[in-house]
């Protein structure tokens, strides 16, 4: 089952830009993580943001959680080359337990 | 920093085979997983572990079964590969909240 759903699926923009990408979630979560992954590589994580934090910031990450609207966004500040991959949301709906559902992602591309 | 290994990067195997794919973490987690990612399907959880010889399953378990005799090592078993289970297989491991991958196994069934 799909718990979260990135928008948009696709994202090119300029070096230097900022980059938002949005996940919507169904049920009440604990917490909601972000991961990044590169092309034909694992997943890495990014930043986790608890239930009842509103934002979260690491280094040029930021992360906001809008639990009313079910909803999470990451920013990436001034992008970079590097910056180009997949980015994924994922919840632990709320179960207590420690198994994630990924949304689909989010393509983020850096043109130089 | 954590280190999840997975026995192969790539793997080739024929319909009715048996197939084993092998995950070993470093940093004595409970919880380990297995996924399968596939285009326009994300991540989609196979079984996980929460202690030694526990398992339980995902969402997509039909076809698979798994082996956790020590706490460092997870199999992932494909009874009789079908065509259908060609896909980016991914291990993970948990003490709590973030995950930590591996780099995954591309699994071909011809």
């Known amino acids: 089952s799909q718990q979260g759903e990135e928008d948009p699926q696709a994202l090119s923009i300029q070096e230097g830009e900022n980059a938002t990408m949005n996940c919507s979630y169904k049920?009440?979560?604990?917490?909601l993580q972000w991961y990044r992954q590169n092309s034909g590589r694992g997943l890495v994580h990014l930043i986790l943001i608890r239930s009842n934090e509103r934002e979260k910031h690491s280094g040029r990450l930021r992360v906001t959680l809008d639990t009313s609207k079910k909803s999470s966004s990451l920013l990436i500040t001034a992008s970079r080359a590097a910056d180009t991959a997949s980015y994924f949301c994922a919840t632990d709906a709320g179960q207590g337990a420690q198994k994630l559902v990924f949304g689909q992602g989010t393509r983020l591309t850096i043109n130089p | 920093d954590v280190k999840v290994t997975q026995s192969s990067r790539y793997l080739v195997k024929r319909t009715g085979e048996k197939v084993f794919l092998e995950c070993v973490q470093d940093m004595d987690h409970e919880n380990m997983f297995w996924y399968r990612q596939d285009p326009g399907l994300g991540l989609r959880l196979i079984y996980f572990s929460y202690d030694v010889k526990m398992k339980e399953k995902g969402d997509i378990p039909e076809g698979y079964s798994v082996s956790r005799e020590k706490k460092e090592r997870f199999s992932l078993i494909l009874e009789s590969a079908s065509t259908n289970q060609t896909s980016m297989y991914l291990c993970?491991?948990?003490?709590?909240?973030?995950?930590?991958f591996g780099d995954g196994t591309r699994l071909s069934i011809l």
């Open positions: 049920t009440s979560i604990n917490n």
């Open positions: 993970a491991s948990s003490f709590w909240g973030p995950q930590h």
